[in-house]
């Protein structure tokens, strides 16, 4: 279980420009779920991610994984727990590696560095199968640049990639919003298989309202920093995208747009 606990951050603190994202923000997310967050830009979306992952501080409040406090965490100690996939397929992914030695790096994510082979010759069947599920002929291209490959081709690897080492969350910051629709289609398709396939319990940025709908068991909206939109197991099964616009619709009323 994921849990944030009276969330405080501040932006520009003690400025004119000061703002408020967060106060008092809490949420549980249990295991097994798949969040689906939308939500208007501003809402605080990214920057829910940003703290769960360790990239930004928190002003004050706690998060725990399990029972675990990793409020004080670095970075780079929670990713060895957490997965992410970012909206850009350049960065989950290094441009001027051969496609083997990108696998090699994320095998060996959490892991001791020594003085042996970056690329362990052993495992080369095992980076090929996992190639093999993505569906798009990358197992037979292992020497190839991933720079030069598709944005989708790269963004299917990054999530290859992000799930290779066991994980406990994946988090996913729009991570279609870069394709074509087609594309997109294809990466929620292999995001939904690995999901499922690894029990991953995962949490989804997007603006794809379509994507929200159909994907996960968990739909939540975010508007300035609170939750306004909570739908869990069946009623989130019963939600429509008119259901998701009708809210937005609301909000943008209650602002004065």
Known sequence: MLELKNINK?????????MCLFRDFNLKIGEGEFVSVVGSNGS?????LNLICGSIPLDSGTILIGRENITKMPEYKRQRRIGRVYQNPAMGTCPNMTILENMALADTKGKSFNLLPGTNKAR???Y???LKTLGLGLEDKLQVKVGVLSGGQRQAM???MSTMTPIEFLILDEHTAALDPKTAETIMELTDKIVQAKHLTTIMVTH?????????NRLLMMHQGETVMDKKAEEKAATRIVDI???FNEISIECGN
């Not at 501040?10 to 000061?18: D, I, L, P, S």
């Not at 794809?208 to 996960?216: D, S, W």
Request: net charge negative; aromatic share 14%.
């Open 208 to 216: 794809n309202l379509r994507f929200a709908v159909e994907y996960g």
């Open 124 to 126: 080369i069947d095992f």
């Open 44 to 48: 605080g979306k990214t920057t829910l």
């Open 245 to 247: 616009l009708a809210m």
């Open 158 to 160: 990054a999530l290859l």
């Open 10 to 18: 501040y932006y520009n603190a003690g400025t004119v420009n000061e």
């Open 128 to 130: 090929r199968d996992q």
